[in-house]
């Protein structure tokens, strides 16, 4: 059986790190290096680096950064934002990301995905679904949650998985920093109906969320940010928890 995984994500903004509620009023969270390099220490299986303002010209300082930051961390880490080519991908590989993660150039190209699994192979390719619950059901929202669409996420997530996509890294934005649990039911519906790991992303807010989003929603990984970068929840001290109550966890 595989272990579950913890996963602490780092949004980078003009080389910070920040952290927001629904996806709105960012603010600072310190140091994108000094955190990779503390969560690698303290037994996190995997880290997230999401450059939430990505545009092309910035390429280049994300990938100084992925080289900085692959420098402090001895586990797999995933680099996202503003991606949409084989040769972005190529320059964030080469500079030490482990994984890439796409979002709205998929959706708007999804040939992109065929591309990335079949030059990177599908274990390197995550894709990233910022979701949100409206009219009773889960829609896709691009461009960092601001453009909605009207693919239902299910069938978006069905697709990439059939083009090639190894991941799916899972965003409830009506969840996304309120510190409420994560959203269990559209975790559930992905981890149960596709054959990938499904990372799910928003909401923790205490240790009793990650159990539920493992036990209940099947994830295979659970991502937060705030819990960790204030020092509310230590990733220690989540792990003996989780240990505690059964949950697959690698020490």
């Not at 952290?19 to 600072?28: A, L, M, Q, S």
């Not at 000094?34 to 390429?59: C, K, S």
């Not at 084989?86 to 591309?115: H, M, W, Y």
């Not at 989003?213 to 994830?219: I, P």
Request: overall charge negative.
């Amino acid at each position: 059986m595989l272990t579950k995984r913890i996963i602490p994500c780092l949004d980078i903004k003009d080389g910070r790190t920040v952290k927001g509620v629904n996806f709105e009023n960012i603010r600072d969270a310190g140091d994108p290096i000094e955190l990779g390099a503390l969560y690698a220490q303290q037994g996190a299986d995997e880290l997230v680096f999401l450059d939430i303002t990505a545009t092309n010209e910035r390429r280049k300082t994300l990938s100084e950064l992925v080289t900085r930051i692959a420098r402090h961390v001895n586990i797999p880490f995933t680099v996202g934002g503003g991606i949409a080519s084989v040769e972005d991908v190529q320059v964030l590989l080469q500079s030490g990301a482990d994984k890439i993660s796409v979002n709205t150039s998929a959706f708007k190209r999804p040939e992109l995905l065929n591309e990335l699994s079949l030059e990177f192979g599908s274990q390197c390719v995550v894709l990233a679904i910022d979701t949100k619950f409206e009219d009773g059901n889960w829609y896709v929202y691009l461009n960092g949650g601001r453009v909605k669409t009207d693919r239902l996420t299910l069938d978006w997530a069905r697709e990439a998985v059939d083009r090639g996509v190894g991941e799916i890294l899972l965003t409830s934005m009506n969840n996304d920093g309120t510190k409420q649990g994560f959203a269990l039911d559209i975790t559930a519906q992905l981890s149960q109906q596709l054959n990938v790991p499904v990372i799910a992303s928003g909401g923790a807010g205490t240790m009793e969320h990650f159990d539920q989003v493992f036990e209940v929603a099947q994830a295979d990984a659970a991502l937060a940010a705030s819990i960790f970068h204030y020092n509310e929840i230590t990733i220690p001290d989540l792990k003996n928890y989780l240990y505690d109550k059964g949950v697959n966890i690698r020490f």
